[in-house]
């Protein structure tokens, strides 16, 4: 199987890299139209801030590429909110596959720390990438913005107040967790994905 991790200037390759590894499965980082366009499966993960991160994608054309894919595409973290329509994080116009929007988390009291750092759980969960999952599984997140709830949540967290914490349309899934952070229930994640 040819498997590609998109390059593009934000972190976590290295890590999503590894749990493929451990997974006994490789994977090619590129950001090679051609090369992207011709793999099985595609993992688009990101840490970093969302303009920055649309303004690599346009200039290398990317971001028409990644909308056009057919095969099964994995956005994580950054890379999930990118494919949604908007991020507030500098104003951000994003891939629009999705079609809801990213917003900053507005804590209601101080006890509650912005970005959420830690292991949370996920329920409400829908579609195969969460196959032999179970519902209130632990995911390991770091993220001050969330993808509201709407018609693609296949996954729900609840921190400050709930949101979408996995959003699928076609063949286009995204996590806002880290599954290569996220220990056996990552890899099941991630196993789904690839057998998908």
């Known amino acids: 199987m040819n498997n590609v991790i998109i390059q593009y200037n934000a972190g976590n390759i290295q890590s999503v890299l590894y749990a493929l590894e451990r997974l006994g499965v490789t994977a090619t980082v590129t950001d090679n139209v051609e090369a992207i366009q011709k793999a099985d499966k595609v993992i688009f993960p990101g840490v970093g801030e969302a303009s920055t991160a ?6 290398r054309g990317l971001d028409k590429v990644i ?24 104003d951000t116009t994003c891939l629009g596959i999705f079609e809801e929007e990213v917003k900053l988390f507005m804590p ?51 921190y400050v107040q709930p949101y979408s914490s996995a959003l699928r349309k076609d063949n286009f899934y995204g996590v806002q967790f880290h599954p290569e952070k996220s220990a056996i229930l990552g890899e099941q994640i991630i196993q789904n994905f690839l057998n998908l």
């Open 67 to 90: 909308v056009n894919l057919k095969q099964p595409v994995l956005g994580i973290c950054l890379g999930m909110q990118l494919m949604c329509a908007y991020s507030a994080e500098n």
């Open 54 to 59: 649309m303004h690599y994608l346009k200039e």
């Open 108 to 158: 209601t009291d101080a006890s509650t720390k912005v970005p959420q750092i830690g292991w949370n759980t996920i329920e409400d969960l829908k579609t195969n990438l969460f196959t032999g999952v179970s519902e209130e599984s632990y995911a390991y997140f770091v993220h001050g913005y969330y993808a509201a709830i709407g018609k693609h949540t296949i996954a729900t967290t609840n």
